[in-house]
């Protein structure tokens, strides 16, 4: 049993409602509605009028949003690799 299971009584995961999704991800609650509308947000659950996001479909939903990797040895800032000027 992991720490998650142990800490909730009915075994299921924690959910998030829209403000703490929001807060979490540091958008304006009015974003997340955005993406919903738009089909660009994580999954969610709708129970009656409430809106609750599963972690797991959270975290499943920011790996897709992920940028990939830089290539090796690239520069990752404007003017990396330059010599100061001066």
């Known amino acids: 049993m992991n720490e998650e299971q142990?800490?909730?009584?009915h075994?299921?995961?924690p959910l998030l409602n829209i403000d703490e999704l929001a807060g979490y991800l540091g958008v304006p609650v009015s974003t997340i509605y955005d993406w919903r509308t738009n089909g660009k947000g994580p999954r969610a659950y709708r129970f009656?009028?409430?809106?609750?996001?599963?972690?797991t479909d959270i975290?499943?939903?920011m790996d897709t949003m992920r940028e990939p990797a830089a290539p090796t040895g690239a520069a990752t800032f404007p003017g990396a690799?330059?010599?100061a000027r001066g």
């Open 59 to 61: 975290r499943a939903w």
């Open 11 to 13: 075994g299921l995961e």
């Open 48 to 55: 009656g009028k409430r809106i609750m996001f599963g972690i």
């Open 6 to 9: 142990r800490s909730n009584p």
């Open 81 to 83: 690799g330059e010599g």
